[in-house]
C-alpha cells in the first residue's frame, strides 16, 4: 500500500449537531495538518465541513475544498481554503475529491454523506479504485448503518466480501492510527480511480 498523503473527508453541513461530531471534525482537521496530510472536502463553510476545514488551516495544513456552482452560494464556500475548485454539478465534485484522494474517511452526515459513502464503496466493490475507506464511527453514529449493510449480506443482495470494502473505526485517534499504518512519502493512489 502506498502513503496516503491526501485523505477525501466526507461529512455534514450542518451545524445543529450534537457537540462530539462537531468536536471530532475539528479533532480530525488539526490532527491531519500535523501529520502533513492534504485534506479533500466537499469546501463548504459550515457544520462539519467548516470546522474540519478551520481546524486544518489553523494548523497550518493544506485544504482543498471541491464544490458545485449551484451549492457555492448555499453552501456557503469556504473561501479560506488553500484551493476551491468550482464544478459543475455533484456528479463532478463526486470524481474529483476521490481523485485527488489517497483514502476516505466518513465522518457523521446526512443524506449528502450517505451518497458519497455509497459512491466509494461501489466503486471500490467495482474494482474501479482499491483506495481504503474508513467509517469513523464517532460515538457510535453509524451502528444502524453497519446493521443495515449487515441485513443486506444475510439477505443474499451483497456478499461477505462486503464488509471489507471498509473500515470502521471509532474515534479520530484510531482514523489517525489506521491512516498512519499507510501515510509517509510515497506516491499517491489518486491514479486507480477511473
Known amino acids: 500500500m502506498q502513503a496516503i498523503r491526501a485523505l477525501c473527508v466526507y461529512c455534514g453541513s450542518s451545524g445543529a449537531v450534537a457537540a462530539p461530531y462537531r468536536a471530532a471534525a475539528s479533532e480530525l482537521g488539526a490532527c ?20 474540519l476545514a478551520d481546524a486544518a488551516l489553523a494548523a497550518g495544513g493544506r485544504v482543498t475544498g471541491i464544490i458545485p456552482a449551484r451549492l ?3 453552501e456557503l464556500a469556504h473561501q479560506g481554503v488553500s484551493e476551491l475548485l468550482v464544478v459543475g454539478s ?18 457523521p452526515g446526512g443524506i449528502g454523506t450517505l451518497d458519497e459513502l455509497f459512491d466509494s464503496l461501489s466503486w471500490k466493490q467495482l474494482g474501479l479504485h482499491a483506495k481504503p475507506i474508513f467509517l469513523v464511527d ?6 444502524s448503518l453497519r446493521a443495515l449493510l449487515d441485513h443486506i449480506v444475510e439477505r443474499g443482495f451483497a456478499t ?3 464488509g471489507a470494502l471498509m473500515q470502521v473505526v471509532p474515534s479520530v485517534a484510531a482514523l489517525m492510527a489506521a491512516v498512519g499504518d499507510t501515510a ?11
Open 72 to 74: 457555492r452560494d448555499k
Open 32 to 51: 491531519l495538518a500535523a501529520a502533513g496530510i492534504e485534506i479533500v472536502f466537499g469546501g463548504g463553510r459550515v457544520g462539519l465541513m467548516g470546522l
Open 160 to 162: 461477505q466480501k462486503t
Open 138 to 143: 464517532i460515538d457510535g453514529y453509524w451502528a
Open 90 to 107: 455533484m456528479h463532478e465534485r463526486k470524481q474529483l475529491m476521490a481523485e485527488r484522494a489517497d483514502a476516505f474517511a466518513v465522518l
Open 184 to 194: 509517509g512519502p510515497a506516491g499517491s493512489l489518486a491514479s486507480e480511480l477511473f
